[in-house]
């Protein structure tokens, strides 16, 4: 049986957040939730990802410094 495929939310803000999980219901995958540029970080190396779904102005860490890194 394959395993359902994994997405990373990452955003501050938590109606994107919200509105995101809302259109991944329809679809056959885990979530997970970041909230800012360290978070997101530390949620793809404990969660793995297939997929992230990448707020670009966050606090912390951006996502174009998210994507360095």
């Not at 259109?23 to 995958?29: E, G, M, P």
């Not at 885990?30 to 990802?49: R, S």
Request: hydrophobic share 45%.
């Amino acid at each position: 049986m394959p395993t359902a495929n994994k997405i990373l939310i990452a955003d501050d803000n938590q109606a994107n957040r919200e509105l995101l999980e809302a259109y991944l219901a329809a679809v056959q995958c885990d979530t997970e939730i970041a909230v800012d540029g360290q978070d997101t970080l530390e949620k793809v190396k404990a969660f793995q990802p297939d997929l992230i779904l990448l707020d670009i102005m966050m606090p912390k860490l951006s996502g174009f410094e998210v994507c360095k890194k």
